[in-house]
């Protein structure tokens, strides 16, 4: 779903995009939903707090993945 949102909107440097999760408590709405940033490289300080690799806020598509292939859960 994220990667149709890209082509959609024809992002097409598909190494320079940040697709991801809130982790609870952090949640801005009661509900599940993906977060898709791009270009990644220009975001705002603001933005990187939120989204960036160093936030405790965001979780990334693949870190979600690799924890259900290992742990069976998302920490």
Known sequence: MGRNALEKHKVSDLQ???MG???PPFS???HLH????APASQ???RALSRYGPQSY???TVDNVLQQLNTHGKVK
């Open 43 to 45: 975001m705002n300080s």
């Open 28 to 30: 801005s709405v009661p």
């Open 34 to 37: 993906l977060h898709v940033l």
């Open 21 to 23: 999760f809130h982790v």
């Open 57 to 59: 806020w965001f979780i």
């Open 16 to 18: 320079d995009v940040r």
